[in-house]
């Protein structure tokens, strides 16, 4: 695929998430219709899903993909744990290959972990991993 494919689809898929969500403003809800029109649309991701700061730790929130730690410390040294600390963006070639990798299955060699700031009183972080 093409840079310029990608950029086709990405918009595509932008466009389909705000039309779907055009009148619908509920957190939980946003969050669950963007997880599953990106993992319908790449279907190559193997996990795409929300973790919510509560306190000192981040707690699974919608997702679509296989079942997902449940809960993990702020400090935590793995993929999420850094992209909280660092407050960005986070591209992992080979995880199983990351530094204080926290449960990851083998099935997959790729991981993203997008920061993202939102204008409500929970910090949502968002992980992609095909």
Not at 55 to 81: H, I, Q, T, Y
Not at 90 to 119: C, D, I, M, N
Request: hydrophobic share 45%; glycine share 6%.
């Amino acid at each position: 695929m093409t840079r310029a494919d990608k950029a086709l689809r990405y918009a595509d898929v932008r466009q389909r998430i705000n039309t779907t969500l055009a009148n619908d403003h509920n957190p939980i809800t946003v969050m669950a219709i963007k997880a599953a029109i990106l993992k319908e649309s790449f279907p190559q991701f193997f996990w795409v899903g929300f973790l919510l700061v509560e306190k000192n730790e981040m707690v699974l929130g919608p997702f679509r993909g296989p079942p997902a730690c449940l809960r993990l410390p702020l400090d935590s040294k793995g993929v999420w744990g850094t992209c909280y600390r660092d407050k960005q963006t986070v591209l992992v070639p080979e995880v199983t290959a990351f530094q204080g990798r926290v449960g990851s299955r083998k099935s997959y060699h790729l991981a993203q972990a997008l920061a993202l700031h939102v204008k409500t009183p929970v910090d949502v972080w968002r992980f992609l991993a095909r």
